[in-house]
């Protein structure tokens, strides 16, 4: 069920599946780990399967989760996370830098967490279900994460080293960083998300003749108009030529536009023909950063 959300809603849900019985061969100690720093939400036990969405817990019943996703959809968030980095075959070694912009008119305090996730792994579970996504590898540096302060329209930044270990297949690796309040919601068993965000290890490959520079400047994305009722322009910009991917997902998940070519300096892209009504959200992938954000047409 969770793989299906996921793939309906590719851009808008960022899974971290916690595999919790050491006996399983995808277990993960922090995984587990970071599962009982929720207090015991059954009847004040831990039980599997359990969902929690944007950090509150919606239980076991699988036919309610994609109805608990679809809700959060639309509510709006004032949090926007931007990653870069770099990955080296070679040695699988790598790091991973995230920024995180408050946009609110308060403080925030959040937690924020990194964690690699694995595609495809091969296990035949209690359940019957032999393959299994978005699998909890590793919390970096561990399920404590960073806890960051960020004032009113502000922006802070987590970066971490990462290693990809032997018996990971890199293609299939994702680095997933979410940021999470610090307070409990009581009663709920719940540290509610403001955001998550994903990069596919291999997009964020060293090529031969590039510098390995870790911090690589944020091709940050204007909207404008953001609401719009027409025609909307993206500008972003790169200080050195790079291939850029600007795609824009509707509420069902799939690519309602898509523009690739080159940038440098200043770029403008022109999406002339009008969106139906609704909450869109974009995607921009440039120097192997991606970065992501909602875009609202009115009638």
Wanted: proline letters at 7%.
């Amino acid at each position: 069920m969770l793989d299906q959300i996921c793939y309906d809603y590719v851009g808008y849900v960022v899974a971290v599946e916690w595999h919790v019985g050491s006996s399983y061969p995808l277990y993960s100690a922090e995984g587990r780990a970071k599962w009982f720093m929720y207090p015991p939400p059954y009847q004040g036990a831990y039980a599997t399967p359990w969902l929690w969405v944007d950090g509150r817990q919606r239980g076991f019943n699988y036919y309610l989760w994609r109805s608990f996703v679809e809700a959060r959809l639309s509510e709006p968030t004032p949090v926007l996370i931007t990653l870069s980095g770099i990955y080296d075959q070679t040695s699988r070694n790598g790091t991973i830098k995230a920024w995180i912009q408050n946009d609110s008119t308060e403080a925030l305090t959040m937690r924020v967490s990194v964690v690699i996730t694995e595609d495809s792994c091969y296990y035949v579970g209690p359940n019957g279900d032999p393959w299994h996504n978005h699998v909890c590898r590793d919390y970096i540096p561990n399920q404590y994460g960073t806890v960051l302060t960020i004032p009113a329209g502000g922006v802070d930044s987590v970066e971490q080293p990462f290693t990809i270990a032997s018996n990971w297949n890199e293609e299939r690796c994702k680095i997933v960083v979410y940021a999470q309040s610090t307070t409990i919601v009581p009663a709920d068993s719940s540290y509610p998300m403001y955001q998550g965000a994903q990069v596919a290890v291999m997009e964020l490959l060293v090529g031969v003749n590039e510098q390995k520079s870790v911090v690589r400047p944020v091709p940050t994305v204007t909207v404008v108009p953001n609401p719009s009722r027409g025609k909307v322009e993206f500008r972003f910009t790169t200080p050195v030529e790079t291939g850029y991917r600007l795609e824009i997902y509707g509420t069902d998940g799939r690519v309602m536009k898509e523009f690739t070519g080159r940038a440098k300096g200043e770029t403008r892209v022109m999406l002339k023909e009008k969106l139906p009504s609704g909450i869109y959200l974009y995607r921009l992938t440039a120097s192997g950063v991606v970065q992501t954000g909602k875009l609202t047409i009115g009638e």
